[in-house]
Nanobody
Framework: QVRLAEYGGGLVQPGGSLRLSCVAS?????????MRWYRQAPGKERELVAT????????KYADSVADRFGVWRDNTKNTVYLQIYKVKPDDAGTYFC???????WGQGTQVTVSS
């Protein structure tokens, strides 16, 4: 059974940075799977923000975050990371990781932006 668990959310000030992680279990071999990060702000649709290939060599970002987000993975730890730089109020919401092409989602981690 595949399980994805996100960590690292919390309160961050505008202009700050935050690192989220997504740990996968039951998803072997982990390195063959593309993974995605989404976010959902209150009252809004879930938005794709980043995609990463199985070996980490290919990454893609939503245009709205491409200059401030970084995604990478450590396949030895079955973990995908999302780094957010220069946090903006619009970055607030729940961040989810997803195994690309499936309905396997984590429970999400909440990011709150406030000074």
């Amino acid at each position: 059974q595949v399980r994805l668990a996100e960590y690292g959310g919390g309160l961050v000030q505008p202009g700050g940075s935050l690192r989220l992680s997504c740990v996968a279990s039951g998803l072997l071999p982990f390195h063959v799977y593309f993974m995605r990060w989404y976010r959902q702000a209150p009252g809004k649709e879930r938005e794709l923000v980043a995609t990463i290939s199985g070996d980490g060599g290919i990454t893609k970002y939503a245009d709205s975050v491409a200059d401030r987000f970084g995604v990478w993975r450590d396949n030895t730890k079955n973990t995908v990371y999302l780094q957010i730089y220069k946090v903006k109020p619009d970055d607030a919401g729940t961040y989810f990781c997803n195994q690309f092409g499936t309905e396997n989602w984590g429970q999400g981690t909440q990011v709150t932006v406030s000074s």
